[in-house]
């Protein structure tokens, strides 16, 4: 798995490839929003702006492009909308997303920390999960 993240004045664009030798075992079932998407064959991302701690924010894709986001920042009106498209290939399938940062509270300056993680569910042989940074509390870790 690997992945791309860039960013303009509006929005944190992501663009995620997903090798896949098993494209015809892959789990793939979700197709209503905010479902168990993770139950799927799916990418999860995390983003602590400010890096504090305190909250964080959780996007969730599979390859049928079904969207799944939640916060856990209590008190603060969430604006849920983003946009992924996704794509199969013979052996990976691909995501890319645009999430404008009014949809995560702030817009980063420069030398702003931001916590961040990306994580992949993989069911398509056996049951498989990666991350890109190690976490000790699962997937919901973005610190």
Known sequence: TTFSVLQDKENLYLGIECQEPAMRKMKRQKTEHDSNVYEDDCV???????????????????????????????????????????????????????IPFASLGQVPQEGDMWGFNIGRERYAKRFEVSTWSLTRLGFHDPS
């Open 44 to 98: 999860e991302i995390f983003f602590d702006p400010g890096q504090t701690t305190t909250g964080y924010y959780h996007f969730i894709v599979n390859s049928l492009g079904t969207q799944y986001e939640a916060k856990s920042i209590l008190g603060k009106v969430w604006d849920r909308f983003w946009r992924v498209g996704t794509r199969g290939d013979k052996n990976k399938w691909t995501a890319e997303m645009t």
